[in-house]
């Protein structure tokens, strides 16, 4: 495992968020360059949260390639305490797609984000609930990046997504990369799986996880537009 190595910080303006989602409130870190050419609302895996240090990580990179993001958490406090026994809600994809509509369409209603086209970074099962809002929200969602994502639990409304959707798999993620190339023949939008070689699940590997990222921003940097 090796520890990883911020970028240095993007001249990004910062700010705590709260976004309201039906009778909850969750907290978020949006983060907004100058000359912003997209926003890319991150998805997180199962028993992670806004903190995450590899979508932290990702995050930067984004940033330092232009484009806005917002980190937020899919589930309550008290939700992801009670989620840490049953282990129910990190895998009910219609609560935590429903909460990145959510937040999506709070991010269309803010002064810093309203004039960027929204794009989804999705990680484990984020990924599928990052699929599953954008065949909700069809053309309002400009792109979608899926990392070792989940993407076979969104099977019942991959035909819908029309956002432009690129796959990113370690090659060493064996059943993860079988869910993914299934998932990808139901998907009828510009699409990709790349399958990054040498890299597991989590992507720990020396430069995997920047191969990541790098490979991300190029894809939003493409289909993202203010």
Request: charge should be negative; charged fraction near 20%.
């Amino acid at each position: 495992m090796n520890t990883l190595i911020q970028p240095p910080s993007s001249l990004a303006s910062r700010l705590t968020v709260q976004i309201p989602a039906g009778a909850m409130v969750l907290p978020g870190e949006l983060a907004v360059p100058s000359h912003a050419t997209g926003l890319v609302i991150f998805a997180h895996g199962s028993g992670s949260s806004r903190k995450s240090p590899r979508n932290q990580f990702v995050a930067e990179e984004l940033r330092q390639a232009g484009l806005a993001t917002l980190l937020f958490d899919l589930l309550t406090e008290e939700e992801g305490e009670a989620d840490q026994i049953s282990h129910e809600m990190r895998f009910d994809l219609d609560l935590l797609a429903t909460r990145l509509v959510d937040a999506t369409l709070w991010a269309a209603a803010q002064p810093q984000t309203r004039d960027l086209q929204p794009g989804y970074f999705g990680a484990s099962t984020g990924g599928g609930a990052a699929l599953m809002a954008a065949a909700q929200l069809r053309k309002r969602v400009g792109a979608v990046v899926s990392r070792g994502g989940r993407s076979d639990l969104a099977g019942h409304v991959l035909s819908k997504v029309e956002a432009p959707t690129l796959l990113l798999v370690g090659g060493y993620d064996d059943l993860v990369l079988r869910l993914n190339e299934e998932a990808l023949e139901n998907l009828h939008c510009i699409k990709r799986l790349h399958v990054i070689p040498g890299a597991s699940h989590l992507f720990e590997e020396t430069n995997k996880l920047q191969q990541v990222a790098q490979l991300a921003a190029a894809w939003f940097k493409n289909y993202l537009h203010s």
